[in-house]
């Protein structure tokens, strides 16, 4: 199928191993959820169409996954490279994984953070949007739900949480930060014409089978 997009999004899905982050793009593209241990599956990038109304838009997100290399914490610069968006991931049930939010925080600023990396996470916002979800809430919690926010908020980035066991609102933040991300794209542009726009939270998940795809 030869589709003409208005826009294409490159999203990137970080966090240490085994905190679901394969299991939310599954939710969140062909909304289905696998026990099995999917680290070595070797899909590089989940790609999802959405189509915006008012005014009509389509476009094609494609949400990068690291496959396994994130065991070894080392992720390379072009993984990073036009990033429109970053998803760091942590698992609720596993106080550690919550610790290591800092080591991938840093490897963002690290990696597309201005040169003079002072640790501003605004300097980082201005290029790439971020945010934080804590994913598994079907199970017995580690970190709370206001841990969560709190350390976010801190870091200066929106927080989410997810069970991508249960489906519990992968779909919702997943929407809610494409349009954040949208909104700042909108926002870039009107800024360098000097345009003011209104608000406009038009997004429509097309939840088509048809419309995703393992490219
Ligand atoms: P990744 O290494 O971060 O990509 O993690 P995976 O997506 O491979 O998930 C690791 C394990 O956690 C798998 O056995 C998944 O079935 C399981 N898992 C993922 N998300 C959830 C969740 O929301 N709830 C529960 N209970 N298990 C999950
Ligand atoms: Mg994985």
């Known amino acids: 199928m030869n589709m003409n ?15 679901g982050k394969t299991s939310i793009l599954t939710r969140f593209c062909k909304n289905e959820f696998s026990w099995n241990y ?8 989940f790609s999802k169409d959405i189509e915006l ?17 994130e065991r070894f914490k080392s992720l390379s610069k072009s993984f990073f490279r036009n990033a429109d968006g970053i998803i760091i991931v942590f698992d609720v049930s596993k106080k550690d994984s919550f610790e290591n939010l ?13 040169t003079n990396n002072n640790n501003n996470n605004n300097e980082i916002e201005e290029n790439v949007k971020v945010i934080i979800i804590g994913n598994k809430i079907d199970l017995i919690r ?24 249960t489906g519990e609102n992968v779909e919702n933040s997943f929407l809610e930060f494409i349009n954040d991300i949208l909104d ?13 726009l209104n608000d406009n939270k038009n ?3 097309k939840n088509n089978e048809e419309n995703w795809c393992f490219c």
């Open 53 to 69: 109304t008012n005014p009509n838009k389509l476009i094609r997100v494609k949400i990068w996954d690291t496959a396994g290399q």
């Open 5 to 19: 997009y208005d826009e294409k999004l490159k999203i990137l899905i970080i966090g240490d191993s085994t905190v």
């Open 142 to 165: 580690e970190v709370n739900k206001e841990e969560g926010i709190k350390y976010s908020k801190e870091s200066g980035f929106k927080y989410y949480e997810t069970s991508a066991l």
């Open 184 to 196: 700042g794209n909108k926002k870039k542009e009107n800024k360098k014409k000097g345009i003011k």
């Open 203 to 205: 997004l429509i998940n």
């Open 38 to 45: 999917l680290a070595t599956i070797g899909i590089d990038f």
């Open 102 to 114: 800092q080591f991938w925080i840093d490897s963002v600023h690290n990696n597309l953070g201005k």
